[in-house]
């Protein structure tokens, strides 16, 4: 980071974004402070009030036509495809930062900000220094361009400091609570969802053919889940598969039919632009743990479409289709700051 240098902060109205202008600011940068209104619960009343505080330039950024598009119709459609789909994955590069970075060409600001849990350095992307915060997997999709502008100033920080910062710089979202639910719906997943793709009952049964319930529609369950699938006596059960084809969903009283010792990735993103073959680490959800595995290229039989094929060293439990696969260099125990957590890339689990 560079004083006196100008740079667009994307404000949320929460309490790492509105840290995070404030530390900028006292650093010597020439702070904007930019909210992005992505739907129609969006409100920039918070993050105002803190531009306010901080006395720096305040604007709104109208992207709720692209989100829609991008964002909210691509959950959407892949759950009418029978996937699992992040859309924080699919927002990042198709909207925060395309349109952040594009605002600050215009502005001729020299960063862009945010409040990831990241750390970006000479083009590479490095988890944070707060494990649990760390947001690097929902940064996979980011190109160089984008990392060239990119200013993450919490990657050095851990939530209690950053929360900390905010009662001693008394900024009015002090006590405001994180989000943790997707940001465009206002119910729950399920009813969101239901409103939206049409849906029909059918069977479940055990792996070996059994029929013992109904489902209230595919969509609804994710692979791994025993909560809510409302099965009476024995028990309990989890979904292991769902068959879109036979409207069935399959399921198993035994965890170990959720193990996976490889998977099929898609849509692959290499944040150097070059593609990687090998040992690394890989996350198959947000909370998930880094896992060993080993890269391998898979070209299709037509030769179209250059799939990649991850061996585990150890099978890994309710690979979900649709979620992120997100691949990190090894750890090195006597590494130097940065190494053995940089992010290679990732792709989308088939």
Known sequence: MIKGKKVIVAMSGGVDSSVIAAILQKNGYDVVGVFMRMHEKSNPGDARTVAQKLKIPFMVLDVRKEFKKRVIDYFIKEYKRGNTPNPCVECNPQIKFKF????????????????HYAKVKNGKLFIAKDIKKDQTYFLWQLNQKQLSKIIFPLGDYIK??????AKKW??????????????????????????RIKTNKGPIITKDGKKIGEHKGLIFYTIGQRKGIEIG??????????????NTLIVSNSQKDLLQKEMMVKNLNWLSGKSFNGKCKVKIRSMAAMVPAKIMKHVTRNMKQKNYRIIFDKPQRAITPGQSAVFYLPAVASAKEGKGNELLGGGVIT
């Open 100 to 115: 952040l970075v594009d605002l600050a060409t215009k502005m001729k600001a020299d960063y862009v900000a945010t409040g």
């Open 160 to 165: 209690e400091e950053v929360r900390g910062l």
């Open 170 to 195: 008394k900024l009015p979202v002090a006590e405001k609570k994180d989000s943790q639910e997707i940001c465009f719906i206002d119910t729950n997943i399920n009813e969101f969802l239901r409103k």
């Open 233 to 246: 006596g024995t028990g309990p059960y989890y979904v292991i598969k769902k068959d879109f084809n036979k």
